[in-house]
C-alpha cells in the first residue's frame, strides 16, 4: 500500500491564483481529512469527509473548498489564493471517526502566495 | 474551550537517557488521545493511541498515559536515540467533536 499519497509536494502561487491540491488514498478508509499546519501552530482542519459525496466543515474553511466524489480520493481547491493561506497542507485518513482508529497522514503540500 | 497544551515547546536531552514529554488538555471528558511524531518536512506519523478506558498504552521504547481527571497525558521515552529527534503532537478527541484537537508540540532533539 502507497498510504496517503499527496501532489505536490511544494507549489508557489500568486496572489489571485487558484489551484488544487491532490490526495489519494489506497487503504479504502472511510474518512479523509484536511489540515493545515502554520508555523508553532498545531494542526487546524479545513474539511472532513465521512464518505463518498459527504463532506463538511472544520475549523477553517473558508478559501477552501472540497469534493469527495470516490472513497479513494479527496482534492482541497484553493479558489483566490491569499498570503494567509501560505501554509503547509497534510491530508490525512482513518477507517474509522476522527481517531477511533489511528489517522494516517500524507508527506503534506508546502503552499506559499506571494 | 477545548484546548490541548504541550509544554515545553523544544526540548534537548543526551542520547540514553529517559525522558517524558507532557500534553495537558481542558476537558476531561475524552473519547481518545493519540501521540503523533513528525520530521522534519514530513507528515504526521501515529506513535500511540489510548481509549479513555485505558490507562496506558507500549510500543517497544514508548509509554504513553492518560490522566483523564487531571487532564494529562504522558509520553515516556527509554533509552533515547540520536533517531528519536523529531517534533512530537499530542491530539485529543474530544467527546461531542468529530475533530481532533492538536497541540504545538514539542520538538525533542537527542544530543550524541
Known amino acids: 500500500n502507497a498510504g496517503v499519497t499527496q501532489t505536490p509536494k511544494f507549489r508557489i502561487l500568486k496572489i489571485g491564483q487558484s489551484m488544487t491540491l491532490q490526495c489519494t488514498q489506497d487503504?479504502?478508509?472511510?474518512?479523509m481529512y484536511w489540515y493545515r499546519q502554520d508555523p508553532g501552530m498545531g494542526l487546524k482542519l479545513i474539511y472532513y469527509s465521512v464518505g463518498a459525496g459527504i463532506t463538511d466543515k472544520g475549523e477553517v474553511p473558508n478559501g477552501y473548498n472540497v469534493s469527495r466524489s470516490t472513497t479513494e480520493d479527496f482534492p482541497l481547491r484553493l479558489e483566490l489564493a491569499a498570503p494567509s493561506q501560505t501554509s503547509v497542507y497534510f491530508c490525512?485518513?482513518?477507517?474509522?471517526?476522527?481517531?477511533?482508529?489511528?489517522?494516517?497522514f500524507g508527506p503534506g503540500t508546502r503552499l506559499t502566495v506571494t | 474551550k477545548q484546548e490541548v497544551t504541550q509544554i515545553p515547546a523544544a526540548l534537548s536531552v543526551p542520547e540514553g537517557e529517559n525522558l517524558v514529554l507532557n500534553c495537558s488538555f481542558t476537558d476531561s471528558a475524552i473519547y481518545n488521545l493519540q501521540w503523533f511524531r513528525q520530521d522534519p518536512g514530513k507528515g504526521l506519523t501515529s506513535l500511540l493511541l489510548i481509549q479513555s478506558s485505558q490507562r496506558e498504552q507500549t510500543s517497544g521504547r514508548l509509554n504513553a498515559s492518560l490522566d483523564k481527571s487531571s487532564g494529562r497525558s504522558t509520553l515516556y521515552i527509554a533509552a533515547s536515540q540520536p533517531g528519536d529527534s523529531a517534533t512530537y503532537l499530542c491530539a485529543v478527541l474530544f467527546w461531542g467533536n468529530e475533530k481532533l484537537t492538536f497541540g504545538t508540540g514539542t520538538r525533542l532533539t537527542i544530543i550524541p
Open positions: 490525512a485518513s482513518s477507517y474509522g471517526q476522527g481517531a477511533v482508529d489511528e489517522q494516517y
Open positions: 487503504m479504502n478508509h472511510n474518512y
